[in-house]
């Protein structure tokens, strides 16, 4: 009598249908895992190709400034004034890389409590993009490049200066370790140049409007350089300086102290000689 294939092959019988799936299993399995190896090695020769990760080619580069400082810039205004003639004077410039604007900025004294502090931004726009700010907002932006922030402001008024019209306003600079700065702020536009003016006046008590005034008036071009829009502007203001303001050119100095100095006794006038 033929056995049967169980016989034959005891447990290891693969006529089952039991012994059939087990068969199909094994060889999925295979195929799973074949996959997954092949896979894993494609992955593994993509990485042996690509090139090393560098930190400065992986992270984003920063976007390079607006605005740069002018090295040893050349003094393009001056100012003498008695009301800031015994502070510490300091001039900075900054180019903007991509319109060719051109910010100057003098500062007299320090933003201390008690102490004179008189800062003014002339700002001739190049190509860039510039648009106007409200009068706060822009006074904000300025305090802020100066380290110092705005707490309390009044609405501003319209001031006459030999450049036009100006916006002054009274407002209190805030210094980092919580000192207040009564203050002045001020803003000016040219109507026929490309040329802003921006600034503080700050000191023991407010600058009166007419001394500031005059401290415009004595604000001066000494170059222009290839400019020669700017030079035309500053020549058309000299005829609208105001003759009452000592310390131009069309009046001497006189020897009072200056308006900031809030401790001090005005000098005495000299003597006229007969």
Known sequence: MRSSSKTRFGPLNLSTPAARSARLSWRLGGIALATLIGGLGLALLAEADAPLPVAHI?????????????????????????????????????????????QDILTFGAPKPDSAYFRLVLYRLGKEDAPNAPFFVELARRAADGGLSIGKSVPPASLATRFGDAEVADVTLMAAE???????????????????????ACGGKLLPRQELQCIFDRLDLNTAGDDRDLANFFAETELRRNPVCAGTRLT????????????????????SKH
């Open 252 to 271: 001497p100095t006189t020897q009072r102290a200056a308006w900031l100095d809030d401790n001090e006794t005005p000098a005495p006038p000299k003597p």
């Open 58 to 102: 992986a992270e984003k580069a920063a976007p390079a400034p607006a605005w740069i400082a002018i090295n040893r810039p050349f003094e393009l205004y001056g100012l003498e004034a008695p009301e800031v003639a015994k502070l510490a004077k300091s001039y900075q410039a900054l180019r903007h890389q991509a319109g060719g604007g051109r």
């Open 178 to 200: 919580g000192a207040s700065l009564p203050c002045l702020g001020i803003r000016m536009q040219a109507k026929t140049l490309a040329w802003r003016m921006t600034g503080f």
